[in-house]
């Protein structure tokens, strides 16, 4: 009988220190640029669920998409005033906290998903998200936003040169100003929200972005002619204010953390099964689309090489090496 006492009194012990571990009943706010339906939307929701079974409740995330709390620079800059908790955005924007996180928006960097998948999930992607944590940010997983191509509304694109006298929307850092200039063009930094309008209104010719974020904003309506570049691959960061993240206990932490990662491959897996799906809607919309010939390709990747070398410096040699040397490796393989 006893034992059977004491049994029964170490498992109400046990669930009442789980319960005590979940104890805290919090509601995160989760901004992204993109909109309902949008690979990252819907790993984000997923993110939520998962947040919510771990926690068994006790922590909840809203998600905020389509820009709704403002543009990349807004969100990291209340992200780091603990008036919001977590946004999913371009690693590369993070440059302007760490200028490390620059290395990712290098054009032509990866050869494929998988390359990146390695890279980021490694030990170089996890130490670029410990380098946050001193500009009070935590960073969680990366996803995935995919490789980016050009659309405009003057011509099609079917060599280098056709690129040149476009008026581009870049994503606002510097290494994006620079490959865009490099290639003859005139590139205009400008937040997310204000894309679709600016193309309406021609106040730009064009933009550059995943086929997945092309479809899902509907910039077939204001573009006709898209190109298959590929020029660039976009790891996104999930990252939480340390604030909130301080405030967290460790159980808390470790839930978050998980679901994240566990979001992170449906993220990915959604995003490149939606890929192909994009360039179908985006062919039945009327959009007109080109792909370089690989001697075209070869001749942006040259005309880009001082441009990367100019951000090597920047980005730091043991930053850049120690990536080169990684995909050397996976290269190898």
Same mark, same amino acid.
């Given at each position: ?5 004491v049994?029964?009194?170490v498992a109400?012990?046990a669930?009442a220190s789980m ?17 309902k339906?949008?690979?990252?939307e ?5 993110f939520?669920?998962?947040v919510?079974s771990?926690?068994?409740g006790?922590?909840?995330v ?5 820009g ?10 209340a992200?780091?005033g603990? !008036? ?7 690693s ?6 760490v200028?490390?996180?620059?290395v990712?928006d290098?054009?032509f ?17 996890k ?6 944590e001193e500009k009070g940010i ?5 996803w995935?936003l995919?490789?980016?191509?050009m659309?405009?509304s003057?011509?099609?694109? !079917?060599?280098?040169g056709?690129?040149?006298g ?7 850092n510097?290494?994006?100003v ?9 590139? !205009? ?8 309008a600016?193309?309406?209104?021609k106040a730009?010719?064009?933009?550059e972005?995943?086929v ?7 910039f ?12 660039q691959y976009?790891?996104?960061s999930?990252i ?5 993240w301080?405030?967290?206990t460790?159980e808390l932490? !470790? ?6 990662t566990?979001?992170a491959?449906y ?7 939606k890929s192909t799906?994009?360039l179908?809607?985006l ?17 942006m990747?040259e005309?880009l090489?001082?441009?990367i070398?100019k ?11 120690k ?11």
């Open positions: 009988m006893k034992r059977l006492l049994k029964g009194l109400l012990v669930t319960s005590m571990a979940f104890a805290a009943d919090k509601e995160l706010k989760l901004a992204l640029q993109n909109p339906g949008h690979p990252l819907m790993g984000a929701t997923k939520a669920e998962l919510d771990k926690t068994k006790a922590l909840k809203k998600v905020f998409a389509g709704a709390l403002g543009g990349d620079a807004q969100n990291v800059s992200l780091q603990g !008036t919001l908790d977590m946004v999913v955005l371009n590369g924007i993070l440059a302007s906290q200028k490390e996180f620059a990712y290098f054009p960097m990866f050869n494929n998903a998988e390359e990146a998948d390695k890279v980021v999930d490694g030990e170089f992607g130490a670029l998200h410990a380098k946050l935590v960073g969680l997983a990366y995935e995919g490789f980016r191509d659309t405009n003057k011509h099609p694109i !079917t060599k280098v056709d690129i040149k476009l008026k581009l929307r870049v994503i606002p510097a290494i994006n620079d490959w865009v200039t490099a290639l003859g063009a005139n590139p !205009t930094p400008m937040p997310f929200p204000e894309v679709y600016a193309l309406e209104q730009i010719d064009g933009q972005n995943p997945t974020v092309i479809a899902a904003n509907k077939y309506e204001v573009q006709k002619h898209l190109a298959l570049t590929h020029h976009n790891p996104q999930v939480v204010s340390k604030k909130t301080d405030g967290l460790p932490q !470790t839930a978050l953390r998980e679901a994240a566990e979001a491959a993220e990915r897996g959604i995003a490149r099964e799906a994009a179908d809607e062919k039945k919309s009327g959009m007109e689309i080109t792909e370089l010939p690989a001697e075209e390709l070869a001749k990747r005309i090489k001082p441009v070398a951000h090597a410096e920047l980005v730091g040699k043991e930053t850049v090496d990536l080169s040397s990684e995909l050397d490796a996976l290269r190898k393989k």
